[in-house]
């Protein structure tokens, strides 16, 4: 069973960078065809996508975010991080991570909030 965590700061000043971890377990990030991805929910409104890592290391972000986006791998401890520079208040949201496989969102982790605010 594939089971994904993500941990990070709850909470984040405005301008600086938001970092958050996802550690995966019961299955590899490297592993083929396999996508790694990162979405947001703001309060009140549905779910945004933020990018991707693939099991080959490639990225891709949504062109709304792409400016201030870096998504990264640790493939030795199995973790992918989402790295958001410049944070405002509009950037308050519950952060998820997710598996992809063949366009669909198999695999989530619980969610975590993070407020930005001063």
């Known amino acids: 069973q594939v089971q994904l965590q993500e941990s990070g700061p709850g909470l984040v000043k405005p301008s600086q960078t938001l970092s958050l971890t996802c550690t995966v377990s019961?299955?590899?990030?490297?592993?083929?065809?396999?996508?790694w991805s990162w979405i947001r929910q703001p309060p009140g409104k549905g779910l945004e996508w933020i990018g991707y890592?693939?099991?080959?290391?490639?990225?891709w972000y949504s062109p709304s975010l792409k400016s201030r986006t870096s998504i990264s791998r640790d493939t030795s401890n199995n973790q992918f991080t989402l790295q958001l520079s410049s944070v405002t208040p509009e950037d308050t949201a519950v952060y998820y991570c997710?598996?992809?496989?063949?366009?669909?969102?198999?695999?989530w982790g619980q969610g975590t909030q993070v407020t930005v605010s001063s």
């Open positions: 997710a598996r992809v496989y063949i366009y669909e969102y198999d695999y």
């Open positions: 019961g299955g590899s990030i490297t592993t083929n065809y396999y996508y």
């Open positions: 890592i693939a099991y080959s290391g490639s990225t």
